[in-house]
Structure formats: C-alpha cells, structure tokens
T-cell receptor, first 113, second 112 residues
C-alpha cells in the first residue's frame, strides 16, 4: 500500500547550516507530495508541495523536488534559522481516487544559535 | 479567521467516559478527516468523509465513531474512552489532491 518513509530524527543543527531531510514514498502511480511543518503547540501547516515528476516546491527558503526515478521528495534549506525549529512531516496523496493523505513519522529539527 | 476549528483544545477523561470532538470548516471543502498524532508514529487516519453523507474507516478506526453532520461539520465520538486513546487529535479538510489539506489546531486528550 501507499507509504512514506522519512529520515529519523531528532536532527540538531547550528544556525546557518545546510539542511536535508530525506523522504521516500511508495505508491501506485504518481502521487501528489507534500511537506508539512508543525511548530511547538500548533497544528500542521502546509510548507510546500509538488504534484508531478520534476516539479520543485518551494516556500520560506525550503525546497523539495519530486524525483520519480528515486521515488523521493527530500526537503532542503541552504541556511537554517532558529525559527525553523519544528517537526517536519513528509506526506503523499495517491492518485488512486481515495484522496487520503498518508504521513511519514515526522522529523524533529532543532536549530541552535 | 477562515479555516478549520476544533473544540475543545484540551480534555481529560476517565476510562469508560464518552465524549465528542467537534470540527467545523468554513472553506466549502468536500472532504474532511480525523487523524491522531502519537510520538514516533506520525499522524494516522482514523476516519474520513469524502463528501457530505459519506464516511469511511481509515487506518485506526477501532473505538471511534464519526458523523458528517453537514458539509461544514465532522465530529468524532469516543463511546468508552481507554488510556490507549490518549493522543492529540487533528481534524483536516480539503478539496483537491493537488492542494493538500488544511488542519485544525488540535485537541489534546488524556484518558486516565
């Protein structure tokens, strides 16, 4: 069935470091892919998305490219800030018609000054 | 503000008690969802409603019931709460697989 596997956390980086959080998916066909972010004590917010192969989603300095050949959607940011500390979730919605959003387990990111 | 509204934000129940979590959206979305979030397990789908008048089981439906009262509202009921249902519950809504979902701010439920 459809699933999402993402990099285990927690991840701790220094401010201005480069960030990569790996995400791979298993799906029938070509799903839509998403990264959500959850700040402490809050709900989930959509960070970025990509709906077809080779699409690049971007927002707030974060980027992720839909790679069909490697079934991946890795999240990257060139220079992280303390305010980026949060839990990041990779997710997919398959094109099988059920419209269900399937999540990875989440990666907790902490940025230290 | 437009979006998804969940009530209550916090709740403590005793084992065996019942309660209903409320969710309402004002974005005219067709689909609504209930998830639970547990440490190390991400978000797991409990139930969803693809349109008004329909509901379907998700990954972890046991111990829960839902009602899609109208297009705006989708409630989650625990008939006899158990400690294993201690979790944070999120409601979400959406219209298109290409746009993703909008989430509420969550209900933190503790069953003692």
């Amino acid at each position: 069935g459809d699933s999402v596997t993402q990099m285990e956390g927690p991840v701790t980086l220094s401010e201005e470091a480069f960030l990569t959080i790996n995400c791979t998916y298993t799906a029938t066909g070509y799903p839509s892919l998403f990264w959500y972010v959850q700040y402490p004590g809050e709900g989930l917010q959509l960070l970025l998305k990509a709906t077809k192969a080779d699409d690049k989603g971007s927002n707030k300095g974060f980027e992720a490219t839909y790679r069909k050949e490697t079934t991946s959607f890795h999240l990257e940011k060139g220079s992280v800030q303390v305010s980026d500390s949060a839990v990041y979730f990779c997710a997919q919605i398959s094109n099988s018609g059920n419209e269900k959003l399937t999540f990875g387990t989440g990666t907790r990111l902490t940025i230290i000054p | 503000n437009a979006g998804v509204t969940q009530t209550p934000k916090f709740q403590v129940l005793k084992t065996g008690q019942s309660m209903t979590l409320q969710c309402a959206q004002d974005m005219n979305h067709n689909s609504m969802y209930w998830y639970r979030q547990d440490p190390g397990m991400g978000l797991r789908l409990i139930y969803y409603s693809a349109s008004e008048g329909t509901t379907d089981k998700g990954e972890v439906p046991n111990g829960y019931n839902v009602s899609r009262l109208n297009k705006r509202e989708f409630s989650l009921r625990l008939e006899s709460a158990a400690p294993s249902q201690t979790s944070v519950y999120f409601c979400a809504s959406g219209n298109s697989r290409d746009l993703g979902y909008t989430f509420g701010s969550g209900t933190r439920l503790t069953v003692v």
